[in-house]
C-alpha cells in the first residue's frame, strides 16, 4: 500500500509538470507551546513534510509525507533542488528511546526523490544536531549545518543519488552552528554561528569546501541567512537573547574584500524565517514578537508578524508589516514575488499573503492546514541564467 501511495504521489507531481512551484513545509509533531514553554509530547504523531503547490492561484496542499524533522534549529531545515526533483529534510533533534519527555541530538537527512515512481526515500547521516541545509543552484551540492558539533556536512548530489564527501571543521560545539547559505556562483558559503554571535565564510572548489578563517559579527545570535541571486547582498536574521528586546537583521555587502556588514535594520522580536524574492528585491523577515512568551509576560503579543523590506541601492528600507499566527516560523515566496505563506507552529498552518502593486501585504485569509507544527518552510533556488 505504501508503494502505491508513493507511486500515485509520483505521478501527480509529474502531471503538474512546469506549472507547479513547489514549496515545502517541514512539520514537528514532537514540540508543542504550553504557555510559552517549549514542551515535549508523549507519544507524537510522526513528523510530517507538506508539498505545496506555490505557482496555483491559490496555493494549493499536494500531500503530506512522513518526514522525521525538527523545529529546534532555525526554519531552512528543508531544500529542494533547483529541478525540484530531489527533497532534503535535516532532522536536528528526536525523542530520546530511553527517556520519554526528552529530546536528544539527531543527525538524520532523509532525502525523498519525488520525480520517482515511485517515490523513494533514504536516510542518510550528517553531523549532531543536523540544522540548516542549503543546495547549490547547479544541484551538484548540499551543505548541513550541524549545531551541536560547529561543523559543516558536504553532499554530492548525482542525479537522484546523494552522498557524503566530507565533513569540515569550523568551530566547536558551543558555536551553535545553525545555517549555511550557498553564494549563487558556487564558490563561497556562510555559515551562522549562534552560540558565539559569528558568521564564517568558506570557500568552495568543486566538492572541496574549506572555512577560510574570515569571522564577522552582525548581531546577537546570527541565525538564518540568505545570500541576493546576484551574489551581491546577503542577510542574517540576529535571533536575540529572547528577553523582550527587538531585534535585527543585518545586511552583508560581499562585493567587499573581505566581505562584512554594512547595515543593521531592527525587525522586533525574535527574527526567526527568513527569504529573499526571487529577483532579490524584496525581503521577507518572520518575527516571533512575543507570540512565544507566557501570558502574564510584559513582552507578549498574542500573534506573530511578518516584515516586509525593500532592498534598495544597498540599504533595507520598511515596506509594510502584517500579523501572522502565534509562534511563527518560516517564509516562503512564490516566482513571481506576488504571493507570501508563512508559518505558525503554534496554528499548524500556512498564511496566504498577497504583495499588491503598491508592496503592500494583505492577508488573503486563505490558510492551508498541515500535519505537525510548521517548522522549516523553503522553495528551490533556481539556476543563474
Known amino acids: 500500500m505504501r508503494s502505491a501511495l508513493l507511486a500515485g504521489l509520483a505521478l501527480t507531481l509529474l502531471a ?54 525538527s523545529v529546534v534549529g532555525p526554519p531552512l531545515s528543508v531544500a529542494l533542488t533547483p529541478d525540484e526533483s530531489l527533497l532534503l529534510v535535516t532532522s536536528s533533534a528526536r525523542l530520546d528511546p530511553q527517556a520519554p519527555g526528552r529530546l536528544v541530538p539527531d543527525k538524520r537527512l532523509t532525502v525523498v526523490a519525488l520525480k520517482a515512481n515511485p517515490l523513494a526515500m533514504v536516510e542518510l547521516e550528517a553531523g549532531l544536531g543536523a540544522a540548516g541545509v542549503s543546495v547549490s543552484r547547479d544541484g551538484r551540492l548540499a551543505l548541513v549545518a550541524n549545531r551541536n558539533e560547529g561543523t559543516v556536512s558536504v553532499f554530492r548530489i548525482q542525479g537522484t543519488a546523494v552522498s557524503k564527501v566530507a565533513t569540515v571543521a569550523v568551530a566547536g560545539p558551543e558555536s551553535g552552528l ?7 556562483d558556487g564558490r563561497s558559503a556562510l555559515a551562522t554561528r549562534e552560540g558565539d554571535h559569528t558568521i564564517s565564510l568558506l570557500a568552495i572548489d568543486g566538492e572541496k569546501v574549506t572555512y577560510t578563517g574570515r569571522d564577522f559579527g552582525a548581531g546577537l545570535k546570527p541565525y538564518g541567512i540568505v545570500i541576493a ?14 528577553r523582550g528586546d527587538n531585534d535585527t537583521v543585518g545586511l552583508i555587502d560581499l ?19 527568513i527569504a529573499l524574492s526571487p529577483d532579490g528585491r524584496l525581503l521577507a523577515v518572520v518575527t516571533m514578537n512575543g507570540s512565544n512568551k507566557p501570558k502574564d509576560s510584559p513582552f507578549y503579543a498574542p500573534a506573530g508578524r511578518v516584515v516586509l523590506l525593500r532592498l534598495h541601492r544597498d540599504r533595507l528600507q520598511l515596506v509594510s ?6 509562534w511563527a516560523q518560516g517564509v516562503a515566496f512564490s516566482a513571481d514575488g506576488r504571493t507570501v505563506v508563512v508559518q505558525s507552529m503554534a496554528e ?28 522549516a518552510l523553503r522553495t528551490a533556488e533556481r539556476p543563474l541564467r
Do not use: C, W
Open 16 to 69: 503538474a509538470g512546469a506549472q507547479a512551484q513547489l514549496a515545502v513545509s517541514a512539520n514537528d509533531n514532537k514540540l508543542v507551546l504550553v504557555n510559552g514553554v517549549p514542551s515535549v509530547v508523549q507519544k507524537p504523531a510522526p513528523d510530517t513534510v507538506a508539498l505545496i503547490d506555490l505557482g496555483a492561484k491559490p496555493p494549493s496542499l499536494i500531500r503530506h509525507l512522513q518526514v522525521p524533522t
Open 178 to 184: 545553525a545555517h549555511v547559505a550557498i553564494a549563487p
Open 229 to 242: 541571486p546576484d551574489g551581491r547582498h546577503a542577510v542574517v536574521a540576529n535571533l536575540g537573547l529572547g
Open 255 to 273: 562585493t567587499m574584500r573581505p566581505p562584512r556588514v554594512v547595515e543593521t535594520y531592527t525587525v522586533g522580536q525574535t527574527p526567526e524565517g
Open 321 to 326: 508589516a502584517a500579523p501572522v499566527g502565534a
Open 348 to 375: 499548524r498552518s500556512l498564511a496566504v499573503f498577497a504583495i499588491g502593486g503598491d508592496l503592500e501585504l494583505r492577508d488573503t485569509g486563505q490558510r492551508i492546514p498541515l500535519q505537525g507544527g510548521g517548522a
